[in-house]
């Protein structure tokens, strides 16, 4: 930026400044966050000392008071991990209330809910085993990772005084061997401080969070020992809890501190709206003068019973949400609009921005989504846009700043063509998105396989962006199915490519080769095939099943993979060939797929339309080539006699969970729906039901009790 541009640049922020304080401070309104009011300040604040001879007595600025690195081992979690759906709003919090009326069938459900602090920490899981005397001894600390697997930062975690190294429980004989304790690990702000005066300026932590995580992942606890670690315990596992006949999450909350586990006290409880309201307030105001970050609060049914019966969706528990604080917006300069190609051929438009800091993390890139939002918008390349960060999803776009527009800013056109492969852009009636049609574009090849190694498909950890656009371009793979056949000196003539890389990407390889079904479903990149339609389909076809043969590596060497000589042994297990994937969903009619509880129309099409491709058909053979298996689902076998039923779930049943009752229909092909309608096929009701009851018999729908229902599935 030369003199001329700075000068123009610093009297648009001066003014753009001043307008907002004036709204805020005599008007008494907010038009954007302090944060972002802050942004400006600081860009003209370095535009000044850049260029000293324009700072005027009247700035803003001359007013006082102006208003998996790989290193550390894999473990995986004794459960899987699941994450808070975060809500931003009382509106979010009144939704959250009426799905759980709904899913419960209650309607005059008022939920009392338990509420914790959020810490702004790092999640990690203590776990424990069951040795002599029916004491639980420390074994060792895992983070959340992927949610499947984690790191073990035993070593660090450790180091933390407060963590007892063994646990003594009341005498309970069904305790598990086993018992994991969920805790959010932090770093006091005040030890931050001591920390970053110790660090050259290059490598200080940004927040207490980033420390804390830096911290854990220390190969050296001698590090840890010096940083002063801190945790909160907050849960543990299901069965634990159920054998020690903890009823509510207060009770859990007390029972942890009892045996001597850390936690954060100042949980409240709260029964209404206005309750959470005001505590909302309440810690939002006090949250600077805390001794540790947090970022809202965590909200919990606090009756366990209702938990078990809400249940969890594939990825967060529909009885707790995480009410977070704002989410902090910041200024930035967008410096160009890039499009980037989806596995599918969606074009995304993003914008390329000035760097700037949000939630710890530098951001350069923000979405845009589509034609439409940047029409709406009028965002425009040299425009300063408001950039909001809402925990780890995508930075998004807000608004624009248009009193910061310069002259030379222009209307952005979305261009004709594809960016890769220069194909004409189409975009199908009724939808917001360009695609790219080429079935050949590289950008959608390099698209399809990243997902195809995503941690939710076949998981190939080391098989990053850069890696595959080298074996690409390289020729080294040209469908996904050539990973699977990739060896030592294919991997060690690629740049950054050593032995010890080239091992631990072998080993992730050839551990990939056996895959639940459901995952390589996914895998294949099927529009409108997400994790759930592809476990849907995992579960309901009725897949042929039989014994296949596996050949695992004992060692995978990269010198015994260059020379022949890597030790292999054969498994047998139960499973789907490839080639039968491929022939199964080929001979699959549109009536069939429609059967299917929860697969539509769209899905239906994408399904269909897909196996047609040639190319598509030959990959399965391919897989199978390569000695990849698809292990057997869950449920797979079971007979779908409730296909087309629908059931409706009232009371407490005698010896099944709501959630145990809802899986063995689900199982079955059937549906399970929160409300009686005509459509209702049947009523399954149990102690204490409620209206649900009562709008069966006016509607004369079938009303079965659990021995009827354990009749019905077990064919009697």
Same mark, same amino acid.
């Given at each position: 930026m030369n003199r001329q541009q700075a000068s123009q640049r610093i009297e648009k922020l001066r003014k753009e400044i001043w307008r907002l304080n004036r709204a805020y401070f005599i008007e008494n309104r907010t038009d954007v966050s302090e944060d972002v009011r802050d942004s400006l300040k600081q860009e003209l604040i370095a535009l000044e000392k850049e260029f000293p001879n324009l700072v005027t007595p009247d700035s803003p600025t001359q007013r006082v008071g102006a208003p998996l690195d790989g290193r550390l081992p894999k473990v995986a979690h004794l459960r899987p991990k699941e994450s808070l759906q975060d809500a931003f709003s009382e509106e979010e919090i009144l939704d959250w209330f009426d799905q759980m009326r709904r899913a419960l069938g209650k309607e005059s459900f008022k939920p009392e809910l338990e509420a914790e602090l959020k810490i702004d920490g790092l999640n990690i899981s203590l776990v424990y085993e069951k040795k002599d005397g029916g004491i639980y001894h420390y074994k060792r600390a895992v983070t959340r990772g992927n949610g499947i697997e984690g790191e073990d930062v035993s070593h660090t975690i450790k180091t933390i005084q407060a963590i007892p190294l063994t646990l003594r429980f009341p005498k309970k004989k069904d305790l598990p061997s086993f018992l994991e304790i969920s805790g959010e690990v932090y770093m006091p702000k005040a030890s931050l401080l001591k920390v970053n005066r110790a660090l050259p300026e290059e490598e200080k932590f940004a927040n207490p969070r980033n420390a804390a995580a830096g911290t854990v992942r220390q190969l050296d606890p001698k590090v840890a020992e010096t940083r002063d670690l801190r945790i909160f315990c907050y849960g543990t596992d299901r069965e634990t809890v159920d054998a020690l006949e903890i009823r509510t999450q207060a009770e859990l909350m007390k029972f942890l501190d009892s045996v001597d586990l850390p936690t954060e006290r100042n949980w409240k409880i709260v029964t209404s709206l206005e309750g959470i309201r005001s505590l909302y307030e309440e810690v939002k105001k006090k949250r600077d003068k805390l001794p540790f970050d947090i970022d809202g609060l965590v909200l919990k049914v606090n009756d366990r019973r209702l938990q078990h019966?809400?249940?969890?969706?594939? $990825?967060?528990?529909?009885?707790?949400? +995480?009410?977070?604080?704002?989410?902090?917006?910041?200024?930035? #300069?967008?410096?160009?609009?890039?499009?980037? #190609?989806?596995? %599918?051929?969606?074009?995304?438009?993003?914008?390329?921005? %000035?760097?700037?800091?949000?939630?710890?993390?530098? #951001? %350069?890139?923000?979405?845009?989504?589509?034609?439409?939002?940047?029409?709406?918008?009028?965002?425009?390349?040299?425009?300063? #846009?408001?950039?909001?960060?809402?925990?780890?999803?995508?930075?998004e776009i807000v608004e624009v700043m248009e009193n910061l527009r310069p002259k030379s800013a222009k209307p952005y056109h979305f261009p004709k063509n594809c960016p890769h492969c220069a194909t004409v852009l189409e975009r199908p009636e009724g939808e917001a998105?360009?695609?790219?049609?080429?079935?050949?574009?590289?950008?959608?090849?390099?698209?399809?396989?990243?997902?195809?190694? /995503?941690?939710?498909?076949?998981?190939?950890?080391?098989?990053?962006?850069?890696?595959?656009?080298?074996?690409?371009?390289?020729?080294?793979? %040209?469908?996904?199915?050539?990973?699977?056949?990739?060896?030592?000196?294919?991997?060690? @003539?690629?740049?950054?490519? $050593?032995? $010890? $890389?080239?091992?631990?990407?072998?080993?992730?390889?050839?551990?990939?080769?056996? &895959?639940?079904?459901?995952?390589?479903?996914?895998?294949?990149?099927?529009?409108? &095939?997400?994790? @759930?339609? +592809?476990?849907?389909?995992?579960?309901?076809?009725?897949?042929?099943?039989?014994?296949?043969?596996?050949?695992?590596?004992?060692?995978?060497? +990269?010198?015994? /993979?260059?020379?022949?000589?890597s030790e292999r042994k054969t498994v047998s297990v139960r499973g789907v060939a490839p080639s039968d994937i491929g022939k199964m969903l080929s001979a699959l009619k549109p009536e069939e797929l429609d059967k299917l509880t929860g697969v539509g129309t769209s899905h239906v099409e994408s399904i269909l339309s897909w196996i047609e491709n040639p190319d598509h058909r030959k990959l399965f053979e391919a897989l199978e080539d390569a000695g990849v298996v698809a292990l057997q689902p869950e449920g797979s076998q079971t007979p779908q006699i409730f296909s087309g039923k629908t059931f409706v779930l009232t009371g407490t049943l005698p010896m099944l969970s709501r959630d145990e009752a809802r899986a063995m229909i689900k199982d079955r092909g059937g549906k399970v729906s929160g409300s009686v309608s005509k459509k209702t096929d049947f009523v399954l009701a149990g102690g204490e039901a409620g209206s649900k009851l009562d709008d069966a018999k006016k509607l004369d729908v079938k009303i079965i009790d659990e021995a009827e229902f354990r009749k019905m599935v077990e064919g009697k």
């Open positions: 019966d809400l249940g969890s969706t594939a $990825k967060a528990p529909r009885w707790a949400r +995480a009410y977070k604080f704002p989410a902090e917006q910041k200024t930035a #300069v967008i410096e160009d609009i890039h499009l980037q #190609v989806g596995r %599918t051929g969606a074009i995304t438009p993003v914008a390329i921005l %000035t760097p700037t800091l949000i939630s710890g993390s530098t #951001v %350069t890139r923000a979405t845009l989504h589509n034609e439409d939002e940047i029409e709406r918008l009028d965002v425009r390349i040299g425009d300063t #846009v408001i950039v909001r960060k809402a925990g780890d999803v995508i930075p998105v360009h695609r790219c049609p080429n079935p050949d574009c590289g950008a959608q090849e390099q698209q399809r396989v990243e997902h195809f190694v /995503s941690r939710y498909a076949f998981n190939i950890e080391g098989l990053g962006s850069e890696t595959i656009e080298e074996l690409l371009k390289n020729g080294l793979i %040209t469908n996904p199915a050539d990973i699977f056949t990739l060896a030592a000196g294919d991997l060690m @003539e690629l740049p950054l490519f $050593k032995e $010890k $890389k080239t091992e631990n990407l072998l080993r992730n390889i050839d551990r990939a080769k056996s &895959v639940p079904l459901d995952r390589l479903l996914f895998a294949l990149g099927i529009r409108h &095939v997400g994790r @759930e339609t +592809a476990e849907l389909l995992a579960r309901r076809i009725a897949w042929p099943v039989k014994t296949l043969t596996v050949e695992e590596q004992e060692s995978v060497s +990269a010198q015994a /993979s260059l020379f022949g000589g």
